[in-house]
Each structure stands twice: as C-alpha cells, then as structure tokens.
C-alpha cells in the first residue's frame, strides 16, 4: 500500500476532497518521512512538526479552505514567514523573526496548505552551498540555490515547496533532485516578503512531484484551475533548442534531449531544429552584468556593516558590480530588451521550447551547486520555464529537459511539460 507521503499533490488532494486521507495523516506521514531522511540529506533549515500537525488537525474539522486544503509544503528560507526564522542562508539573519508572511506564503496558507518548514538556501540564494545533499546521491550536489527545497520533494519528505529563481535555482536543483520545477513568467507571482538578489530577474518558482502539483500551486494561488486544462491542451508543436552554449554540456544531455525528441514524435508531435538568433550571443554577456549591479546595490548594507560574515564569493561578486558604471548597466539592460522583441520570432512556429535543464547529472561534491548556463538566459528574458522528472543519465541520477514558453504563456507552457512529461514516465 502506497505511503500517504509518496503521494502526488494532486492525489493527496483528491483524497483528502473525497473524505478517504485526512489532513494529519498526511502531515504524519511527511514527517515520519523527514525523520527517516533528514539526517542524510538535510533539506531543513527549521522543522516545524508539531505546528504542522496542530494546522492539520486543525484543517480536518473544518470546511475546505481551497485547492490546497490539508497539503503539506516547504518554504525557501529566503521566504519571510510570521512564525518561523528566516535567515536567508547567512549568519548575518540568524535568529531573525519577520513580523509577517511572504506573500505567496500567506495565499497558500489561505488555500489550506500547511507549513512543515523552512528549507535550506544557500548564501543569499547565491553560490555558496549551505548544508544539503542530493537525495538520490549524497556525494552529489542537490543544486542551488533552491537546494532544501529539491531535495526535500525529492526525497519524498513534502510534494510541493517553494523556490525562487535568479540565474537557475528552481530548475537546476529540481532536475538534480528528480522533482518538477516551474519558473513561472517575470512578475507573475508577488515576491513581496521575499529577500531580494537582483529585482531585475527574482521569481517566485515552485516544485512538486509532478508538473501537475506545480500547476495546483500556482493556479491555486492566482485562482485559476489550471489542472482542468493540461490534459486538454492536445499535442504541443516543439522547438528543439540546444542555445548558443551547447559546447558546455556533458556527455549525458544530449542523448537525454535526443531521447526526449524521439518519443514526443513517436507519441504525435511536430519536432523542429530552432536556432537562437546570433544576437543572443550578447545576452549571455549582458545577464550577469545586471546581476553583479543589482546585487552590489541590494546588499549595500550587509557589505557596509556585515562583511566579515559574508563568503569570500559573494563579497567578490558585490565588489564586482560597486566597479560597473550605470552606463554599463543600462547598456545591459538594453541588450536583454532587444532580445526580448525577438522572442516571437524564436518561437515562430512552436508553443514551446525544448532545451537542456542542466548540463548533465548533479557533479559531485559540496562546494559547487553546478552550472547554470542552460537556466540564466531564459531568467533573464522572464519567460516560464518547466522541467519535468523522468530521464536518467549514465549514472541512474536524473537529468532533465526544460520547456520553455512564451512571456505569460504559463498555462499552454505547463500543459506542454505535462504532455512531455507523460512520454518519460
């Protein structure tokens, strides 16, 4: 008999609806669960176990609260929560209690999903890893910097938990960790009550078991039912996209991505080869620019009065955006707008993208969270990324393809993962 924990979100939904799993023995399960795995693979910054069960209690004896009721989930600790610490990966917030929930923290709570805890983030959600092992591999890194957040759903300890995406740390981690990630489009979620990298590119980014449980998520938190619309959306026209920085990927993703192509053709659809416009070429060059500038101006604080207790890194990476002039920025700035008008013409032709996730499997080792070359771009440009679980590499450990869609195009975007999705299981 399948354990309550291993259930989907939607699953656990439904049979929570239907009066046959309740709340508590959901969130018993997760924690029975977290118990068993948590010393290894260390997802959580702060467990709030009995909290969690009281809520569920709570929840059984009364009314739906939403999509969401009974549904246990985790939260980044860049997140703001009333209850818990949020110390954003850094000793310079240890102890640190905000007066108030994030927001997409409050909507989900108002829908009536429970709170078990704040998960691992690394520095600022920046580069250095915090405390986290790849659940499938613990010698591997879990990714970064959504790092407690991916393993934890990968690790079956919670289905859905939020992330926050930068450069890549939403889809890297999930596609490490074997969950479902979604970077939905710029903007489309509020980051208010979220610590902020650079204001020009932070996403609020979900992950789940499956890439319905993302889409649960998030139409719950807009009040959209976007689960009644995946299995509708027919068969997705697909850009095959292997960007302008193929050169970097391992040896494993491109039989993944191939592998991916054949069985969406074999099931029905329209694969085709789609080349980024030469252009692109300087956005790569234009996107970590605007991060280091927004960084050194996010943080000016903790640099003027907090140094000492900040990495070596990241106080290399502040340094690194004090000497960029704002010229040099807003020059930056303009190169990712121009490639933003070009979008239509990347995606003549297809609903969505299909490009790597990642380079390959997780690397091994904890001092690096691996590269996101395959991630920042698409950041960069605002538009919703999905990745869904199913491939295996060379080694057993996941590796992944993301697809990609159009700014605002969230929906058909998801129902494209979905349907991609269905041809690796």
């Known amino acids: 008999m399948i354990e309550p924990a291993d259930l989907s979100a939607v699953e656990a939904a439904r049979r929570i609806a239907a009066g ?43 009314p739906s609260r939403g999509p969401l009721h009974g549904l246990p989930f985790a939260i980044k600790d860049n997140y703001d929560t009333w209850d818990m610490p949020t110390t954003s990966g850094s000793p310079i917030y240890a102890g640190n209690r905000p007066s108030a929930d994030a927001a997409v923290v409050a909507l989900s709570r108002q829908a009536g999903a429970v709170a078990v ?4 983030t690394t520095e600022f959600a920046y580069f250095t890893p915090g405390k986290t092992r790849n659940p499938h591999d613990p010698v591997r890194t879990p990714g970064g910097s959504s790092s407690g957040s991916a393993a934890a759903v ?54 789940g078991r499956t890439v319905a449980d993302c889409a649960l998520l998030v139409g719950a938190l807009l009040g959209a039912d976007w689960l009644a619309g995946l299995d509708g959306a027919g068969t997705p026209r697909i850009g095959l996209c292997r960007t302008l920085k ?9 039989p993944a991505l191939d592998a991916t192509r054949r069985r969406c053709e074999t099931s029905g659809a329209k694969v085709i080869e789609v080349e980024m416009p030469a252009g692109f070429a300087e956005l790569y060059e234009a996107q970590p620019v605007v991060l280091a500038y927004e960084m050194a101006h996010v943080f000016a604080d903790e640099m003027a009065r907090s140094r000492d207790k900040l990495s070596a890194r990241f106080r290399e ?84 393809v ?19 999705e269905a041809r690796l299981s």
């Not at 790597?356 to 070359?373: F, K, M, W």
């Open 20 to 62: 046959s799993l309740s709340a508590e023995a959901l969130v018993r399960s997760c924690l029975d669960r977290i118990a068993a795995r948590e010393p290894q693979v260390q997802a959580f910054e702060h467990l709030a176990a009995n909290e969690a069960l009281r809520a569920a209690r709570a929840l059984d004896k009364a």
């Open 117 to 120: 805890g704040k998960t691992v």
């Open 154 to 207: 990968g690790a079956g300890m919670v289905p859905l938990a939020f992330g926050s995406q930068t450069v890549g740390s939403v889809i890297r981690p999930a596609v490490f960790c074997g969950a479902a990630g979604y970077k939905p489009s710029f903007g489309l979620l509020p980051a208010t009550g979220i610590k902020a990298l650079a204001w020009s590119y932070d996403t609020v980014g979900v992950m």
């Open 246 to 254: 193929w050169s970097e990927a391992q040896p494993e993703a491109g």
């Open 317 to 400: 990476q502040i340094e690194r955006g004090q000497a960029i002039r704002h010229v040099e920025y807003a020059r930056a700035k303009a190169v990712l707008d121009t490639c933003r008008a070009q979008l239509g013409d990347l995606f003549d032709g297809c609903d969505v993208l299909m490009t790597p996730a990642s380079p390959g499997e997780a690397p091994v080792g904890h001092g690096y969270t691996g590269n996101p070359i395959f991630n920042g771009v698409w950041t960069a440009l605002g538009v919703p990324c999905v990745t869904a679980p199913g491939l295996k590499g060379p080694n057993g450990l996941p590796v992944g």
């Open 402 to 420: 993301q697809a990609i869609g159009r700014i605002g195009d969230d929906a058909r975007t998801l129902a494209a993962a979905h349907w991609i």
